[in-house]
């Protein structure tokens, strides 16, 4: 994955980066990608990261219903 940073990465400098997913599961909780991996190289035209894991996650799913107090 190629990406930009606002600091210097050090190569095989070991990340983990989220990604908000377009897609819901169930058509109704949001998920995130997950990645881990080390970088390959970091340049002035961003950085690169190789995958070593990745997972789907879920997200807390905003509450469609409002509590009333007595």
């Known amino acids: 994955m190629l990406f930009t ?3 210097a990465v050090i190569p095989g400098q070991t990340v983990e980066a989220s990604i ?3 897609v819901f599961l169930d058509n109704r909780v949001p998920l995130k990608l997950v990645i881990q ?3 390959v190289r970091s340049a002035d035209d961003g ?3 190789c995958f070593e894991t990745y997972e789907f996650r879920t997200c807390h799913a905003p509450s469609s219903t409002t509590s009333r107090g007595l």
């Open 37 to 39: 991996g080390h970088i």
């Open 5 to 7: 940073t606002p600091e």
């Open 20 to 22: 908000a997913w377009p």
């Open 47 to 49: 950085t690169a990261m």
